[in-house]
């Protein structure tokens, strides 16, 4: 069914392609628009024809991450940073019933976005229901430019709703160290 979607969807492009082209370089012949009103017109009802395609083509890509990922089976992993102040993040690694899943080194620019409030989704994928380990480990430096490797470990039970996890890195003012710690949502 996706298949025939997106084949649809690329045979649209290529008319809509080939009509823009065909409308713009073809010399004047009896098939062709002889007055200006008929070819303002094609050129109308191609832009149309290129609007519901790109509409056509959201839609196909809605209805295939609710194919791949149906709510039932679905779990979201998001990364989500206090300060920061007291780590300074190089990369997450994480497990879920020990098979990794996710491994992410991040740029000095999206720590940036991460200390301004900003949530990554890390990962999203198909689970069964039942119980469940996350095991999730931050590499990156500390206070004291020290090289810091901290993990954070969560059971739980995926029931027939997606589930929603976030992997928190918060500062402790009061352990002078960073906390890190996995919080799900429901």
Same mark, same amino acid.
């Given at each position: 069914?996706?298949?025939? &979607?997106?084949? /649809?969807?690329?045979?649209?492009?290529?008319?809509?392609?080939?009509?823009?082209?065909?409308?713009?370089?073809?010399?004047?012949?009896?098939?062709?628009?002889?007055?200006?009103?008929?070819?303002?017109?094609?050129?109308?009802?191609?832009?149309? &024809?290129?609007?519901?395609?790109?509409?056509?083509?959201?839609? /196909?890509?809605? /209805?295939?991450?609710?194919?791949?990922?149906?709510?039932?089976?679905?779990?979201?992993?998001?990364?989500?940073?206090?300060?920061?102040?007291?780590?300074?993040?190089?990369?997450?690694?994480?497990?879920?019933?020990?098979?990794?899943?996710?491994?992410?080194?991040?740029?000095?620019?999206?720590?940036?976005?991460?200390?301004?409030?900003?949530?990554?989704? &890390?990962?999203?994928?198909?689970?069964?229901?039942?119980?469940?380990?996350?095991?999730?480990? *931050?590499?990156?430096?500390?206070?004291?430019?020290?090289?810091?490797?901290?993990?954070?470990?969560?059971? *739980?039970?995926?029931?027939?709703?997606?589930?929603?996890?976030? /992997?928190?890195?918060?500062?402790?003012?009061?352990?002078?160290?960073?906390? *890190?710690?996995?919080?799900?949502?429901?």
């Amino acid at each position: 069914m996706i298949q025939l &979607l997106r084949h /649809l969807t690329i045979s649209l492009m290529c008319v809509c392609s080939f009509g823009t082209a065909w409308s713009a370089d073809a010399p004047a012949t009896p098939s062709t628009p002889s007055t200006p009103t008929e070819s303002a017109v094609l050129d109308t009802r191609i832009q149309d &024809l290129k609007s519901d395609v790109i509409a056509l083509n959201r839609d /196909l890509l809605v /209805l295939e991450e609710e194919l791949l990922f149906p709510a039932n089976t679905q779990v979201a992993l998001f990364v989500s940073m206090d300060v920061g102040k007291m780590f300074e993040l190089e990369s997450v690694q994480v497990k879920i019933d020990d098979k990794l899943v996710a491994n992410y080194l991040y740029t000095p620019l999206e720590v940036q976005a991460l200390h301004r409030g900003g949530v990554q989704r &890390l990962y999203l994928g198909n689970l069964r229901a039942g119980n469940h380990e996350l095991v999730a480990f *931050f590499t990156g430096r500390g206070p004291h430019v020290r090289d810091y490797k901290r993990g954070a470990t969560i059971r *739980f039970d995926k029931d027939t709703q997606a589930k929603y996890a976030e /992997l928190r890195i918060l500062d402790s003012s009061a352990k002078l160290q960073p906390e *890190f710690d996995i919080k799900l949502w429901q």
